[in-house]
């Protein structure tokens, strides 16, 4: 069994292109001897977003703190504090925080995506985050 505050995992910096104003934790994963699934928690600063991207794996998510809007295919979804979240394998999606405080959310994926390459759609290039 492992048992730790969040605040013991380094918080590192989201250099997946497209993104903006993110953070990642790896709370638990295949390293800690998880075989199923890795569970992160992301912080997206104010103004900042995920990619516009997807890949051919499920997302669980749950809202840890704060609101703002999760965007599927073209449509936005406002999110809040407490809501939960299921990214469909291979939805476009991309998690944007408009609001003037940090968006933290949990989320849960399978351990086999740690193999295998998510994809941008081509418009994301040209894709630019609602203000």
């Known amino acids: 069994m492992i ?8 918080l590192q910096k989201v250099t997946m ?40 794996y499920e997302h669980e998510v749950y809202v840890v703190e704060g609101e703002g809007v999760v965007i599927e295919n073209d449509q936005p979804h406002a999110i809040r504090a407490g809501d939960v979240i299921l990214v469909k394998p291979d939805e ?15 989320c849960l994926i399978p351990n086999s995506a740690d193999q ?12 630019e985050p609602a203000q």
């Open 3 to 10: 048992v730790q505050n969040t605040s013991a995992v380094e």
């Open 17 to 56: 292109e497209g993104s903006d104003g993110c953070q990642v934790r790896w709370l638990l994963s295949r390293d800690e001897g998880a075989p199923n699934f890795a569970m992160r928690q992301f912080e997206v600063a104010p103004g900042g977003y995920t990619p516009l991207h997807h890949h051919p």
């Open 92 to 106: 476009v999606h991309q998690f944007r925080n408009p609001s003037n405080a940090t968006l933290k959310f949990l």
């Open 116 to 127: 295998r390459q998510g994809s941008q759609q081509p418009e994301c290039s040209s894709v």
